[in-house]
């Protein structure tokens, strides 16, 4: 497939299930009206009415969260498969996202403001991913990533166990429920000031990502390949692990642990335009954005109440990965 080709059609299927996503709710708007509202507001214009408070003020902030949350994840999971030379690998692998949802957990305990919790949520990931760095650095033997990945198989873990203990200690009334619902994955509370933060978040991670796409790709040769080429491996490694590290962080915190978005979306993106990292970061992104907002879409619209995302993230996933495994052996894709 033509690659400027692909990547038009995939800018373009994102704002087409953006704009119905927009529409879509108990006040159903039409897309032509969507587009003309957000062109009118765009324009200095003022929308009044039903159409301007629900479009504005509830459903594309949660459009845009879902955008956010479903390409940053994707893209921290396409730069840890590179990093990793697995294409298996998802942003979860060093405990990430089981660190910040300790983190949020320990504040619902608490009885902690939202603010606080996602605060928390965001420094118990980036906590995790350090305590991992440094049990590795302590521990290295046969190779630093399997080293890396087992710490973080092992730091996972025990946040893994502290979050069960947290559920025991919790209030199983009141608290409980908040806790196991946060867990599965939402956007219902997303606010515009936590989309605007966090999208700065994510442009901050994301932009060492970009600048040093041509490097992180050249990692996935291999370590003696890539310092005969001149990158420093060992400080490349640790940039693209922090800024992975830093947008997952930051979009678990806004919509608690969302699973399987960034290990599907990269073997998609590269099945269609293949292995190299300076074509699968933008494909990956397009995609995912337009995957989440698709699944929030059908989270609040499917049934009468809201379905939890990684629910529908784990149903669709899991035979969608079935399948991607199956076309990628066939076209030996790796």
Do not use: C
Not at 31 to 49: H, I, K, M, N, T
Not at 132 to 142: E, F, N, Q, S
Request: charged letters at 10%; proline letters at 5%.
């Amino acid at each position: 497939m033509n690659l400027p080709r692909t990547f038009v059609l995939l800018a373009a299927l994102l704002i087409a299930v953006a704009i119905v996503a927009a529409g879509v709710g108990p006040y159903r708007i039409p897309p032509l009206e969507v587009v003309r509202a957000v062109w009118q507001r765009a324009s200095g214009g003022d929308v009044p009415g039903a159409v301007g408070t629900v479009l504005f003020n509830i459903r594309l902030p949660r459009v845009l969260a879902a955008a956010v949350v479903g390409a940053a994840l994707s893209a921290a999971g396409a730069a840890y498969q590179s990093l990793f030379r697995n294409p298996l690998v998802s942003p979860d692998i060093l405990g990430v996202s089981t660190g910040a949802g300790l983190g949020a957990v320990v504040g619902i305990l608490f009885g902690l403001p939202v603010a606080l919790i996602q605060l928390l949520g965001f420094a118990g990931g980036l906590t995790t991913v350090f305590i991992v760095a440094a049990l590795a650095r302590t521990l290295r033997g046969g190779g630093d990533i399997l080293v890396l990945v087992l710490a973080g198989i092992v730091v996972g873990a025990l946040a893994g166990a502290a979050i069960s203990l947290v559920k025991v200690l919790a209030d199983p009334y009141d608290q409980l429920p908040a806790i196991t619902f946060w867990l599965l994955g939402s956007l219902a509370g997303v606010k515009s000031s936590d989309v605007a933060v966090t999208t700065l978040i994510v442009l901050a991670g994301l932009a060492p990502i970009i600048l040093f796409r041509w490097r992180i790709g050249v990692l996935s040769l291999g370590d003696d390949e890539a310092r005969a080429l001149g990158v420093e491996v060992r400080r490349l490694r640790g940039l693209v692990i922090a800024a992975a590290t830093l947008i997952t962080s930051a979009v678990v915190a806004i919509s608690g642990v969302i699973g399987w978005v960034g290990l599907m979306v990269p073997l998609m993106a590269r099945l269609l335009v293949g292995p190299r990292f300076d074509r699968l970061l933008p494909a990956s992104i397009l995609l995912g954005a337009g995957f989440m907002i698709a699944v929030d879409t059908l989270a609040r619209s499917a049934a009468k109440i809201e379905i939890p995302l990684g629910v529908l993230t784990a149903v669709i996933g899991g035979p969608v990965f079935v399948w991607l495994l199956a076309r990628g052996r066939d076209r030996g894709v790796r």
